[in-house]
Antibody, heavy 123, light 106 residues
């Protein structure tokens, strides 16, 4: 059974770069049927999709964050990563990584999630 | 950019009763819609995909309908474990979530 685990600093200073890694276990990150996504959720608020990467390395980003986001994949480590630059207090949130599954013409949604990690932006 | 609007923001329903949650897209998304359930302290989980197909392990009391711009999630007889926040998400282009509906006990 595939599991995801986020890791990275819980505290980031304003204007610096937030960096998180998601480690995939119990399965391969190189599946042709999956995208690997980052989603965040400010405390008490809703979900915001940040972006995703496919096995081939193609990326899609939320237009509102695109200028600050980079998502990359390291298949040799079965990991994918998020970098969000020039952070402010508005980037304080719970960050999740998730797997999206597609097969032929069906999209099954974000069907596996990590447990999430809190990132606070503060000096 | 497609905007997803969920209503109501909060829905108060008694156990055993029916709950109906709505999700509206700002433009047609065909049936490219997923519903999630999120309980406090947990990650979301998929309930429905393709607007009306239950994900594996989801009880039959959950049903989804709609296409185009109007979608509905119905829970036919609420159980205690169903009180949670529900999100819709479109995937017509990139994923966009609605703002959520909190289903609370009346």
């Amino acid at each position: 059974q595939v599991q995801l685990q986020e890791s990275g600093p819980g505290l980031v200073k304003p204007s610096q770069t937030l960096s998180l890694t998601c480690t995939v276990s119990g399965g391969s990150i190189s599946s042709n049927y999956n995208y690997w996504s980052w989603i965040r959720q400010p405390a008490g608020k809703g979900l915001e999709w940040i972006g995703r990467i496919s096995t081939s390395g193609s990326t899609n980003y939320n237009p509102s964050l695109k200028s600050r986001v980079t998502i990359s994949v390291d298949a040799s480590k079965n990991q994918f990563s998020l970098k969000l630059s020039s952070v402010t207090a508005a980037d304080t949130a719970f960050y999740y990584c998730a797997r999206e599954t597609t097969y032929r013409f069906d999209y099954y949604g974000m069907d596996v999630w990590g447990q999430g990690t809190t990132v606070t932006v503060s000096s | 950019e497609i905007v997803m609007t969920q209503s109501p923001a909060t829905l108060s329903v008694s156990p055993g009763e029916r709950a109906t949650l709505s999700c509206r897209a700002s433009q047609s998304i065909s049936s490219n819609l997923v519903w999630y359930q999120q309980k406090p302290g947990q990650a979301p989980r998929v309930l429905m995909y393709g607007a009306s197909t239950r994900a594996t392990g989801i009880p039959a009391r959950f049903s989804g309908s709609g296409s185009g711009t109007e979608f509905t999630l119905t829970i036919s007889s609420l159980q205690s474990e169903d009180f949670a926040v529900y999100y819709c998400q479109q995937y017509n282009d990139w994923p966009v979530f609605g703002q959520g509906t909190k289903l609370e006990i009346k």
